[in-house]
């Protein structure tokens, strides 16, 4: 029997900011979060969705999360997507992420290029899409935080994957970070590192 083909999708600012409210810090390993997801079954690839920092409004944050990116775009079978941001009533706010990560998504269910979707994100505005990707014949999982997490997005999951302390237990790298010198530092508004 052939194995099951999954592909993630990492909505990027709602895992930072889950680990950082969770779990204080954000070095995770991601081909090992990957795996850990993936199980016995076979990867596809990994999409991060992020936006990308403006380097004339924060030039320190740009820097680290171009270090961060870097280390990103060295992780097997993990792309990148990045959206940027707009200025509404003076915050910095995500522009596009949640079109591009649906929109990949079901275009690349509509193509047969995976069995199995896993959406790391607990953002009720992907139930839909995830709905419409169940319609194709597909499987879907979520893979959520507790604290962060739509009922509307569980229930369209056919599994679904609770991330605790217990999930996380050997996918750090290294020793716990600092705000400032992993992923951005203490940034409050939209335009942290993680978005918002």
Known sequence: MEQHR???FIDGSNLYH???????RYNLNFADFASKLCGPRRLFRTYYYNVLQDPSQRPDVYREQQEFLDILRKTPYLE???GGTKIA???PVEKGIDIMLATDLLYFGWNDFYDVAVLVSGDADFAY???AVKNMGKHVEVAYF???VSKDLLNVADNRHLLDRGFFRGLWVGKRATRR???GGEVKDKASLGGE
């Open 80 to 82: 990148v997507r990045l």
């Open 89 to 91: 009533q003076g915050i």
């Open 181 to 183: 010198r992993r992923l």
């Open 146 to 148: 507790e604290s962060g």
């Open 129 to 131: 899409a995830l709905q």
């Open 18 to 24: 889950a680990l950082r409210n969770n779990f204080g």
């Open 6 to 8: 999954v592909a993630i």
